[in-house]
């Protein structure tokens, strides 16, 4: 297994409030790169918004056996984080996922 750091851009169609936006990092604390290498070197942000375009990106921490599965895995994490925060997939809808970074023991 191999630890990712995966991308993930969304758009809002929806205010995110400052309760939603607590409940979502709540959500996503497990999963944050701040604990990889690679994460720490580059002082990711677990969660980036740009309130004026409506955008915003999660940076995930995932093991996998591979890029695909990290992928994957990294939106199952998303949505479901998105969903505790009161949002569906209409209402924030995710981009592409994108490996950013491997840290390999």
């Known amino acids: 297994m191999t630890t990712y750091v995966v991308t993930i851009p969304g758009t809002l169609h929806e205010e995110l409030t400052d309760d939603a936006k607590a409940v979502l990092l709540r959500a996503l604390r497990p999963a944050d790169p701040q604990g990889t290498d690679f994460g720490a070197a580059e002082d990711l942000d677990l969660l980036s918004v740009d309130t004026e375009?409506?955008?915003?990106?999660l940076r995930l921490e995932v093991t996998a056996?591979?890029?695909?599965?990290?992928?994957?895995?990294?939106?199952?994490?998303a949505t479901g984080?998105?969903?505790?925060?009161?949002?569906?997939?209409?209402?924030a809808p995710l981009g592409q996922p994108f490996i950013t970074g491997i840290d390999r023991e």
């Open 53 to 57: 375009e409506s955008r915003f990106t």
């Open 65 to 77: 056996d591979d890029s695909n599965g990290a992928e994957e895995e990294a939106r199952r994490i």
């Open 81 to 91: 984080a998105l969903e505790k925060a009161g949002f569906t997939l209409a209402s």
